[in-house]
């Protein structure tokens, strides 16, 4: 048995025990086990169907070997020739698929994320720019059926946002919101500008997955909550009861504020959410450090005060520096069409991981 098939087996072989247990009355009534096998179960189940193809094909391939060493008819051995050039074909092309799906993924790929979108260099060109991706963003996952909620808002001067928070829930949501973390830069004339000139400005967007509560265990003595009005727009009611929310988490310092809700509760939740995404994010900035040392490009993550993207309107150009990919499409790209920039650089990660494997193999 060849070493791929051997890993197989044992991935086979976890498969069935997994699935064996998530039927067990005493797994049933341990939900946080439950929730746990079953994504396992799911993760798993991509490999499964790669290796029963794969099992397959190799079975093929011993038959028609079988049929060109004994057939005495040479048409029949023919047609088995033939047919072992496209299982070899298929071979190979299934043996590259399960390389790269035995690299172990992103394990936080198929959570929801917390996107955060800040206006930097520019002044109110840069609150316009924030506000330009926050369209772009919502537009994405309206096209991907997936469902988005603001958390915060701090409104520009003059339009856009000086920062911008929300929440994005849906299948696999930071497996591809994940390459958008980084400084986005555009060149453009800007509303404000009379003399036509050309300007560059900057807005920075970090992408977190959303942490839930297996993840990160709050104590409620480690945080301390203080009430407040909220200011700025939202009517009478808002303004004059104890809505707004700031949480701080004692241990580690982090603090949360929000007033978006005139509900004190509704307050809560989000501020809750956001801080134990913050807190689960000290540690996976710790794996993102791991991996982006054995990495060179780091295409998902990378520094997330590296420039990573230029919006160039005079020439309807839109450039990805971490793949040098040009594209001339802004007015769509700006409009949510941005999945080709995406899957181009999960093409990158995914080579980058895969020459990692053989070199580490």
Not at 57 to 66: D, G, Q, T, Y
Not at 121 to 129: H, L, M
Not at 206 to 231: G, H
Request: with cysteine; charged share 30%.
């Amino acid at each position: 048995m060849n070493s791929l098939l051997e890993k197989l087996e044992v991935i086979y072989s976890r498969w069935l025990e997994i699935g064996e247990q998530l039927v067990q009355p005493e797994t049933i009534a341990d939900m946080k086990r439950f929730v746990k096998l079953n994504k396992d179960y799911k993760e798993l189940q991509a490999i499964v169907n790669v290796y029963q193809e794969y099992k397959n094909v190799l079975s093929n391939i011993s038959n028609a070997k079988e049929v060109i060493a004994n057939e005495k008819d040479e048409e029949f051995r023919n047609m088995a020739k033939e047919e072992l050039n496209a299982l070899n074909e298929r071979e190979e092309i299934l043996e590259n698929q399960i390389r790269l799906l035995l690299i172990p993924s992103d394990p936080q790929d198929e959570k929801n994320a917390i996107v955060e979108i800040r206006a930097g260099t520019g002044g109110d060109e840069a609150s316009i720019f924030a506000g330009d991706l926050f369209r772009m963003y919502s537009h994405y996952c309206e096209n991907k059926k997936w469902k988005l909620d603001v958390v915060s808002v701090t409104e520009g001067t003059i339009g856009g946002f000086k920062e911008i928070i929300f929440n994005v829930m849906g299948e696999g949501v930071y497996g591809l919101l994940k390459y958008e973390s980084g400084v986005h830069r555009v060149q453009r004339v800007p509303q404000t500008e009379a003399q036509g000139r050309v300007h560059t400005s900057a807005a920075s967007v970090v992408v977190l997955p959303e942490a839930d509560e297996f993840d990160v265990e709050l104590k409620e003595k480690d945080i301390r909550k203080d009430t407040y009005c909220s200011s700025g727009p939202g009517g009478q009611s808002v303004n004059t009861t104890y809505s707004a929310i700031r949480l701080t988490h004692i241990p580690t310092g982090i603090v949360v504020a929000i007033q978006d809700e005139k509900s004190q509760i509704k307050n809560y939740e989000k501020a809750l959410k956001i801080l134990r995404t913050r807190i689960y994010e000290m540690e996976y900035q710790k794996y993102l450090d791991d991996i982006s040392g054995k990495r060179k490009t780091m295409v998902s993550t990378g520094d997330r005060s590296a420039k990573i993207r230029t919006y160039n309107y005079p020439q309807n150009r839109v450039t990805d520096h971490r793949i040098n990919l040009t594209m001339y499409n802004l007015s769509g790209f700006v409009d949510g069409d941005i999945q080709e920039v995406i899957e181009a650089l999960q093409v990158a990660e995914n080579a980058e991981r895969l020459k990692a494997s053989v070199e580490a193999s």
